[in-house]
């Protein structure tokens, strides 16, 4: 499968076949996790595999009662070193690029489980402190997403997608796809529309002095 045919496919999924996921399959996925990029290189992150039936269970329990997490076979939290990243970038490290290192390697691990036919979805409601208990997560370390991984058993409906030319600028903050003739520097484009508002706005008085006109005729006819 291409990258993009993966990423078109990739959908959160969050009913899970009774089938085990190949351990080949789950290093593949850890791998392309791995391979991510990250601010200075520093691959601030760690993988934690769960696959013990109980602590699934419990991570449904902490995770604002999403029990449909309890049917995947498979979870897959991403956990990052905030601290590490102040020592070298201060606070925008801290704040920012772990979260943005974790965010590139958890997006690689649902395209690459796309990738060979598995179902995820991406969670982030759990109570962190329950999970870092559960897990002996050390303070240091902060376990941003917990990734649900298995076979699916369902196929999730058309999802709605903000339209393009919403989100997309050219060159300048605001600049839509549909004034491109000024990206195209096609100015006479816009001299066009500025003449055609011109010519709306002189039309507008002129009605606006018709209208008053009539209305001082009427009054002096009404007079006579
Ligand atoms: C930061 C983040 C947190 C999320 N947390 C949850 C979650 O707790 N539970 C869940 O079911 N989905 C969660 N999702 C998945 C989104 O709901 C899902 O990606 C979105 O609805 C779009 O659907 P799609 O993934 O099928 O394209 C999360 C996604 C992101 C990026």
Redesign the pocket.
């Known amino acids: 499968m291409e990258a993009l045919e993966a990423i078109n496919r990739?959908?959160?999924?969050?009913r899970y076949l009774e089938r085990p996921v190949e351990f080949e399959k789950i290093t593949t996925i850890i791998d392309a996790g791995r391979k991510a990029p990250s601010a200075g290189n520093l691959q601030d992150w760690c993988f934690i595999i769960v696959s013990e039936k109980s602590f699934i269970q419990q991570v449904a329990g902490f995770?604002?009662e999403?029990y449909?997490i309890q049917t995947a076979p498979l979870l897959i939290v991403v956990c990052a070193m905030p601290e590490k990243h102040e020592m070298y970038y201060g606070l925008r490290g801290k704040r920012l690029y772990n979260i943005q290192d974790c965010?590139a390697a958890?997006e690689n691990i649902?395209i690459a489980a796309t990738d060979l036919g598995l179902g995820s979805?991406?969670?982030?409601?759990?109570e962190e402190d329950k999970l870092r208990a559960l897990l002996s997560i050390p303070p240091d370390v902060r376990p941003q997403?917990?990734i649900s991984l298995g076979y699916p058993d369902e196929t999730?409906n058309d999802?709605s997608l903000v339209p393009v030319e919403n989100i997309t600028f050219f060159n300048r903050y605001g600049m839509k796809i549909e004034r491109l003739h000024i990206v195209l520097r096609d100015y006479s484009v816009e001299w066009q529309r500025q003449g055609n508002k011109l010519s709306q706005r002189l039309n507008n008085a002129a009605r606006k002095i018709k209208e008053q006109y009539n209305k001082i005729s009427e009054r002096l006819k009404k007079k006579k």
Request: aromatic share 14%; charged share 20%; with cysteine.
């Open positions: 990739r959908r959160s999924i969050r995770s604002v999403q449909w965010a958890i649902l979805c991406w969670i982030g409601s759990f997403a917990v999730p999802r």
